[in-house]
Structures are given as structure tokens and as C-alpha cells.
Nanobody
Framework: QVQLVESGGGLVQAGGSLRLSCSAS????????MGWYRQAPGEQRELVAA???????NYADSLKGRFTISRDIAKNTVYLEMSSLKPEDTAVYYC??????????????WGQGTQVTVSS
């Protein structure tokens, strides 16, 4: 059973920075991609950033330049560096992992979420 452990959320003032971490364990197969989504109250969950095993990244257009995703493949850990935070970045941030087995079947896993609150 794949388990995701997130850390790094919290309360920060506008303009500040936070670093989120998510470590994956328990997978029999290689992780294809890791990423972060967020969900604000009353809003749909949205992509923040994702990174593939090959290092390709994808960001929400509105977050480019402020957020940086990186990955330590050996540790099966993904990081999200968030800077110049704004109150509208307040949300629950969820780690997402995509794994494909030897037959190409895709499995997706979610972390429990970590709260990020940006005060004005």
C-alpha cells in the first residue's frame, strides 16, 4: 500500500515563504510523476505543479515564478518551494503521486493534505 506523508504547511504572512515536502513509500513500482494540488474553501481542487521521473515540470500558469517543484528520486520525495505568498494562496495542499505498473496500468494516490494559510 502506497503511503504519502506531507509536511511543511502552516501559517505565514503575505510575502513570506514555505516549503512543502511529500515522501512516498510502499510502492512496488517506480513512481511516474509527483505533484501538488490545492483546494481552497468552496473551490475545486486545482493543479499547482507536477514533476515527472524525467524531470519535466508543469505549473499552473498563475503560479509560475513564485512556486518551484523539485524531486529527490532516491528518497521518493517531492518538494514545493513557495515564495512571495499571497492570501489567495491559502488552501489545503495535497500531494499527488502517479505510478504505473509493468502493464502500464495507472494508479494515483493522494496525501492527507496540509493546510497553508497566508495572512494579509
Amino acid at each position: 500500500q502506497v503511503q504519502l506523508v506531507e509536511s511543511g504547511g502552516g501559517l505565514v504572512q503575505a510575502g513570506g515563504s514555505l516549503r512543502l515536502s511529500c515522501s512516498a513509500s510502499g510502492s512496488r513500482f517506480s513512481i511516474n510523476a509527483m505533484g501538488w494540488y490545492r483546494q481552497a474553501p468552496g473551490e475545486q481542487r486545482e493543479l499547482v505543479a507536477a514533476i515527472t521521473s524525467g524531470g519535466s515540470t508543469n505549473y499552473a500558469d498563475s503560479l509560475k515564478g513564485r512556486f518551484t517543484i523539485s524531486r529527490d528520486i532516491a528518497k521518493n520525495t517531492v518538494y514545493l518551494e513557495m515564495s512571495s505568498l499571497k492570501p489567495e494562496d491559502t488552501a489545503v495542499y495535497y500531494c499527488n503521486v502517479v505510478i504505473r505498473n509493468n502493464f502500464g496500468t495507472r494508479y494515483e494516490y493522494w496525501g492527507q493534505g496540509t493546510q497553508v494559510t497566508v495572512s494579509s
